[in-house]
């Protein structure tokens, strides 16, 4: 390589690495496979839940700045399923993909390159497969399956729960309160739970989200005029109606929805 091409290819691989994403928090957000597939089903995307997913699932892993949205795609580091292959399993079970007309590893594609690539300056998330294997790692301990059962909080076609149930049961658990986010079934005119945020610091632990504006959702979509109003219970500004929600549990009949 000539010198002066050299000393170029040096100065942007430089620039490259020294690119730094203005971020405070993670925010660590669960969804409920069913109102997924509700809402999937809205979108005209035809949805079905896998066999292997009997859980919550991981929608993401994503940097925040306080007070804010974001940051996104933060560097051009191209999605490569192989990397990641020997963690496909797992991710299929905890971090699925519902959406049966998009291909199986889409999902993850979005994810990384919308918000892994902004966690990269992280040395524990600094390259894909390590923000993938963090993520997993994380809902190891933070599982809102096993923290709302550990409550006896448990699916049902007739319950009806409130924000305040969950956060409780989370918080007495984790030491910080979650936000909990609904969905509307525009066919029964009910309200569902469909996500659980807890907010964590840059080593993982978790923190309150008080500083952190609520994020806006990207991947699936909430239509806020649906809603017959949030809880005033809520310390984080719920969308999930004050007169509470369902937590429908997954159905039995894995056939392809919409």
């Known amino acids: 390589m000539f010198p002066a091409m050299k000393t170029l290819f040096l100065f942007a691989l430089c620039f490259t690495l020294s690119q730094s994403a203005d971020w405070d928090i993670f925010t660590f957000t669960q969804e409920w496979p069913t109102t997924v597939c509700v809402q999937g089903e809205q979108e005209h995307h035809k949805c079905v839940i896998p066999d292997g997913v009997s859980t919550w699932s991981i929608h993401g892993l994503w940097p ?27 991710l299929s079970k905890f971090w699925a993909n519902m959406y049966a007309d998009t291909s199986d590893t889409s999902f993850w594609e979005h994810e990384w390159t919308k918000h ?23 809902m190891k301990g933070l599982d809102a399956t096993i923290l709302l059962n550990n409550k006896n909080i ?32 525009q066919k029964t005119r009910k309200h569902l739970v469909y996500e659980v945020e807890i907010c964590l610091s840059k080593t993982f632990k978790p923190i309150s989200c008080d500083q952190s ?32 929600f369902l937590y429908p549990p997954i159905p039995q009949s894995r056939d392809i929805i919409g």
Not at 125 to 138: H, N
Not at 161 to 170: K, R
């Open 116 to 138: 892994g690539t902004c966690a990269m300056d992280l040395p524990a998330t600094a390259t894909e497969y390590l923000y993938f294997r963090k993520a997993l790692d994380v």
């Open 154 to 185: 448990m699916p049902s076609d007739t319950k009806v729960y409130n924000v305040s149930q969950l956060e409780t049961a989370i918080q007495d658990q984790i030491g910080v309160v979650p936000r909990i986010e609904c969905a509307y079934d």
């Open 64 to 90: 925040t700045k306080y007070g804010t949205e974001g940051p996104t795609e933060c560097r051009q580091v191209p999605f490569d399923a192989n990397v990641i292959k020997n963690i496909t399993s797992e």
């Open 213 to 244: 504006k609520r994020y806006v959702r990207h991947h699936h979509h909430y239509n806020p005029n649906e809603s017959n109003g949030s809880s005033g219970s809520s310390k984080y500004n719920s969308n999930c109606p004050h007169d509470g």
